[in-house]
């Protein structure tokens, strides 16, 4: 079971390690191995919330977003990505952009690092919205019964989640411009965070309605699924249950390919800290990436969502962690270390209180 989730990861590890090896020297291969192990420890986080979501879906998507899904984070976020910063902050083509990252990797940094505002507020916004509606939501289970309770009830208010996301949008951007104002040498930034923030509540937005919605009416035509066949059979056409059910897990499937995005954001940043050679940086994150995948689609076949209650709940609480790190990082600067050691310290406790929790239930069991 190990080997056929993480087959591909072991295979891929290997002989991305050896290539760099083999293409730049020992010290790449050493670099490469860290940014695989900090792309990992940052977005465990994501793995969990993802299996949550990648659990609705069929075996085919489920192979899709293995496949496609990687090609996606791999080359879209760890490789395009960087680069379309560097373009757009520097008003210059893709290629001049590559040519700048291989030849002058210092000014490569800078440019990413200027752009850092605007990374931030969009994957802190896309994250907070995520954290926000799961707190806000009543559930039957409750990890924080002192805290979740009173959310919940909060969250009867229609669109609370959107209003809170904004007014900490608005004091992230009245901090940026205070910084700026009383800062010799710092532009004013605030009105690129306003901008970018409020696309990724507009992201959030589109995207997981959209997904909602078609989940929605997948859910409601399960219910009469029977009517459905027997009337599509008396008119002669197809079953259209099937056709929506391809809907619903499309819309699900980009929602997780955005949300892959968002989690990434803070590997990719956090990648400039150990290295500048934008090749290095693709296979490290390249191959961390693999492996999130990998742990996604086990944790969903062994149904370890089901059997640890809590661990959806540490997952959340890790975004919203997350989330508040970026905005933060708009004005302040945060170690990756403390940025994982959070998620990673959240999702600990979660699934240790799930276990208690089951052993706790067994022992009720046997009274």
């Known amino acids: 079971m190990v080997l056929r989730t993480f087959g591909w990861s072991f295979a891929v590890t290997v002989a991305g390690l050896v290539f760099a090896a083999w293409q730049w020297g020992w010290e790449a291969f050493g670099i490469v191995l860290i940014l695989s192990v900090l792309e990992i420890s940052l977005s465990f986080d994501n793995a969990v919330v993802n299996a949550g979501i990648l659990k609705k879906m069929n075996a085919f998507w489920q192979r899709l977003f293995l496949t496609v899904g990687i090609l996606i984070a791999v080359f879209g976020m760890r490789l395009v990505f960087p680069v379309v910063i560097v373009a757009i902050s520097a008003k210059v083509g893709p290629i001049e952009a590559v040519d700048l990252a291989i ?25 907070l919205m ?31 989640s959107v209003c809170v996301a904004l007014v900490v949008l608005m004091v992230s951007a009245m901090t940026v411009a205070t910084h700026a104002h009383v800062s010799t040498g710092h532009a004013d930034k605030s009105a690129t965070v306003l901008l970018s923030g409020v696309a990724g509540l507009i992201t959030y937005l589109v995207v997981g309605g959209l997904s ?26 197809p079953v259209s249950v099937a056709a929506l059910a391809g809907k619903a897990a499309f819309f699900l499937f980009l929602y997780l390919e955005v ?10 940043i956090g990648a400039f ?59 302040y600067e945060i170690s990756e270390i403390i940025t994982g050691l959070v998620g990673v310290v959240l999702i600990a406790a979660s699934f240790l209180s799930s276990v208690r929790r089951n052993r706790a239930l067994d022992a009720a069991v046997e009274k």
Do not use: C
């Open 212 to 237: 909602g919605y078609f989940e929605d009416r997948l859910e409601d035509d399960e219910e009469h699924e029977h009517e459905e066949e027997e009337k599509a059979r008396a008119e002669g056409r």
């Open 103 to 127: 030849d002058d990797p210092g000014r490569y940094e800078d440019l990413v690092t200027d752009a850092h505002p605007a990374i931030a507020a969009f994957g802190g916004m896309f994250l």
């Open 273 to 331: 800290a150990i290295t500048n050679h934008i090749f290095w940086m693709a296979l490290g994150l390249g191959i961390g990436a693999m492996y999130v995948r990998s742990l996604t689609v086990y944790l969903v076949r062994q149904g370890t969502l089901d059997d640890y209650v809590y661990l959806e709940h540490g997952a959340h609480y890790a975004i919203g962690a997350l989330a508040t790190i970026l905005l933060v990082t708009i004005r």
């Open 130 to 160: 995520i954290f926000l509606d799961f707190v806000f939501e009543d559930r039957d289970i409750k990890w924080l019964g002192w805290l979740e309770r009173p959310l919940a009830r909060l969250g009867k208010v229609d669109m609370l």
């Open 259 to 268: 949300l892959d995005a968002s989690f990434s954001f803070d590997g990719v």
